[in-house]
């Protein structure tokens, strides 16, 4: 009986200035690195995406993983968000994890994470609605009158956070000093960010940090090299059983993601 192998379905966009207009549907996953990219339609996959200016204002049926020196998250994405950079905005909604590093990190109020929020930042504000427990390494946070976390908050910070009347905390809050033992013994170090300045960051950021790294060198060979990437896809769509070998090095080398 003949077995359907899946096939690989992925766009590549780059240029100064990269966008996907509002109307505009893609479907599969959308590897995208300019100067500036303006998400304004409807991406039916991933968004990886590398540039200096990142703005989402449409809508993401799939995950998001990026580094820009600015990027804003105002529009829906339906499953994990993943991203780091110099200022980090986010006022959409997010299905699932929030995962952020940067020097300046703000949730507004209009925002909404529908699980956990992993954070490193120099400065960060939380207006909006996590539903989930936020996990953070900052040198200044600040929980305003207009949030909600419906989980744990726990943060590594030299200062204590700036948690305003109003702010509502459903777990338990933990503040740790990020000490010289607990450094030594989770990892915990300071990572210098896109800007020149300090981010405390906690043991965990290492590995994400190493992986977002690997996944934007990816980018960087998907752009460099499309042809060599078609070809190596039309020999999976053509001969799967012979290409094999490539779906084991896909496998291995491409990060997996929650769907």
């Given at each position: 009986a003949f077995t359907a192998v899946p096939v690989l379905a992925f766009n590549v966009r780059s240029g100064d200035y990269v966008t996907?207009?509002?109307?505009?549907?893609?479907?599969g996953d959308l590897y995208v690195a300019g100067e500036t990219i303006i998400i304004d339609g409807t991406i039916n996959g991933d968004l990886i995406a590398a540039g200096r200016t990142i703005m989402v204002n449409g809508t993401v049926n799939g995950n998001i993983i990026s580094a820009g020196g600015t990027v804003d998250i105002n529009g829906e994405v339906t499953h994990a968000v993943r991203i780091i950079g110099e200022i980090l905005n986010i006022s959409g909604t997010i299905g699932r994890d929030l995962l952020v590093a940067g020097n300046k990190v703000s949730?507004?109020?209009?925002?909404?994470?529908?699980?956990?929020?992993?954070?490193?930042?120099?400065t960060a504000r939380i207006d909006g609605l996590i539903k989930g427990?936020?996990?953070?390494?900052?040198?200044?946070?600040?929980?305003?009158?207009?949030?909600?976390?419906?989980?744990?908050l726990t943060y590594i910070s030299e200062n204590e956070a700036n948690i305003q009347s109003g702010a509502q905390i459903r777990g338990k809050i933990t503040h740790k000093l990020p000490d010289v033992?607990?450094?030594l013994i989770t990892g915990t170090h300071r990572l210098p960010n896109v800007g020149g300045r300090l981010v405390t960051g906690i043991g965990i950021w290492g590995k994400i940090i190493g992986f977002l790294m690997t996944l934007m060198l990816g980018i960087v060979i998907v752009l460099l090299a499309p042809r060599r990437v078609k070809a190596v896809t039309e020999s999976i769509r053509t001969r799967p059983w012979a290409s094999l070998g490539w779906g084991a090095i896909i496998l291995i080398f491409t990060p997996i993601t929650a769907r």
């Open positions: 996907v207009a509002s109307g505009e549907v893609i479907d949730i507004a109020s209009t925002a909404e994470i529908g699980s956990d929020l992993l954070l490193g930042a120099g427990d936020i996990n953070s390494g900052v040198e200044h946070l600040t929980i305003a009158s207009t949030a909600s976390i419906q989980g744990k033992k607990e450094r």
